[in-house]
């Protein structure tokens, strides 16, 4: 039976030496040798773990959701914070952002939900489980909620408040080839640019007035 993530020192180094490897090469570029040899473990070792690349993409990915919702914390009352948290966040860490747009680039989407609710596939099981999707809902329910709070302006889709968001939030993430190279300037270059993004946000969402 395999532990509980947490409880396996291996599992924890497969896990870290994988975010690595998918931040850099991407799912179809990284390579289950590269992977066990950082983790120091053997390939066989890693496959009792995981089935295969797509499986350990899905657990990296996860780990990164769930450390982006606790660094960042999603209010709807006042977006225009949470996207400066989240310029923050993939600011300094641009590497992550990296690792998500792998998946969205590389991994098959599921056929959409027809009337009932279903994919129609064997996929459909698999696809309540996507991390991704299942961070999705979550968090355009918690906007629809607010909308029906009188919070945000429910005239907008959830969705697109959520994709407009992080595409303006992280606009700036990885954009090395504008960054100063003197550290105070870049500092405040990147403190322009995170007062810009919260700017833009606050036209398209303004926060909540008590």
Request: hydrophobic letters at 40%.
């Amino acid at each position: 039976m395999t532990p509980p993530p947490g409880a396996d020192s291996t599992r924890d180094r497969i896990v870290a030496a994988a975010t690595a490897e998918f931040a850099r090469h991407g799912i179809a570029g990284a390579r289950i040798e590269r992977i066990a040899k950082a983790a120091r473990t053997s390939k066989e070792r890693l496959y009792a773990y995981f089935r295969g690349k797509e499986e350990l993409y899905a657990t990296v990915a996860a780990a990164e959701l769930t450390a982006v919702a606790e660094a960042t914390r999603l209010d709807p009352t006042d977006l225009p914070a949470y996207a400066g948290r989240l310029h923050d966040y993939f600011s300094a860490h641009p590497d992550r952002l990296r690792l998500m747009s792998w998946g969205r680039l590389e991994l098959s989407p599921d056929p959409a939900p027809d009337a009932t609710g279903t994919t129609g596939s064997a996929n459909a099981a698999d696809s309540a489980d996507d991390p991704v999707r299942a961070t999705v809902r979550h968090k355009t329910e918690q906007l629809r909620l607010a909308q029906q709070a009188g919070h945000l302006d429910p005239s907008w889709d959830p969705l697109d408040v959520l994709v407009l968001l992080n595409q303006l939030a992280t606009a700036w993430a990885g954009q090395s080839e504008f960054l100063p190279a003197d550290e105070e300037q870049r500092a405040a270059f990147l403190a322009d640019r995170r007062a810009a993004v919260v700017r833009a946000v606050q036209r398209l969402f303004p926060a909540a007035t008590s």
